[in-house]
């Protein structure tokens, strides 16, 4: 099984808002990853949680809160977005350490509207 | 800094014909790793196939094939008799201690 879920697929949140993304595995893997993707364009990388610690952050901005409360969750908070931070956003997680040696397997991603 | 290119923003092939699409890269590292992903309008990016850089064997998935050319830094994938849900957008990725997509090639089939 090789399932990543993410929910909810669909969110349209205010600027004033504060919500968040939920991604979750079974498939016993220690690295899970967020990434942004704005329409045809690649994914680009926010997170890395290594054994739900944070081991890579892209420099994204603050509005932007990752948190890893076990192996198998991982949560975006998002606080006061802007409307270009509108986009798909995917989770992935891999079987090891975050070294990409491991194959990476991806959610269906959260569709998020910034109004 | 490694960086990932794919030329051809758009492809078409004919149901049942061959297509290949084109990759390259750029790394001074040695030890590495390449995949292909397919995202459809559903959204999901599902693995196609993926390649270890110290291995000379070119991976093959089914109908998916690559052609590894480690020196000249090249890795096309070769879809074999297209199928309509072969229809949708393809990443090449480099992946060293994270990945590096390229921008992306969106195959038509047609029918």
């Known amino acids: 099984d090789t399932e990543v879920t993410q929910t909810p697929k669909h969110l349209v949140m205010g600027m004033t808002n504060k919500k968040s993304l939920k991604c979750e595995q079974h498939?016993?893997?220690?690295?899970m990853y967020w990434y942004k993707q704005k329409a045809k364009k690649p994914p680009e990388l926010m997170f890395v949680y290594s054994y739900e610690k944070l081991s890579i952050n892209e420099s994204v901005p603050s509005r932007f809160s990752p948190e890893c409360p076990n192996s198998s969750l991982l949560n975006l908070h998002l606080h006061a977005l802007q409307p270009e931070d509108s986009a798909l956003y995917l989770c992935?997680?891999?079987?090891?350490?975050?070294?990409?040696?491991?194959?990476?397997?991806f959610g269906p991603g959260t569709r998020l509207t910034v109004l | 800094a490694q960086t990932v290119t794919q030329s051809q923003p758009e492809m078409s092939v004919q149901e049942a014909e061959t297509v290949t699409l084109s990759c390259t890269y750029d790394t001074s590292e040695s030890d590495y790793y390449l995949f292909w992903y397919k995202q459809p309008p559903s959204r999901q990016m599902i693995l196609v196939i993926r390649?270890?850089?110290?291995?000379?064997q070119n991976a093959t998935e089914n109908r998916f094939s690559v052609n590894f050319q480690k020196a000249a830094k090249s890795f096309s994938l070769k879809i074999s008799d297209s199928q309509l849900g072969d229809a949708a957008m393809y990443f090449c990725a480099y992946g060293d201690y994270k990945y590096i997509f390229g921008t992306g090639t969106r195959l038509k089939v047609l029918a």
């Open positions: 992935a997680s891999s079987q090891g350490s975050g070294t990409v040696t491991d194959t990476q397997y």
């Open positions: 498939m016993g893997h220690r690295a």
């Open positions: 390649q270890e850089a110290y291995k000379q």
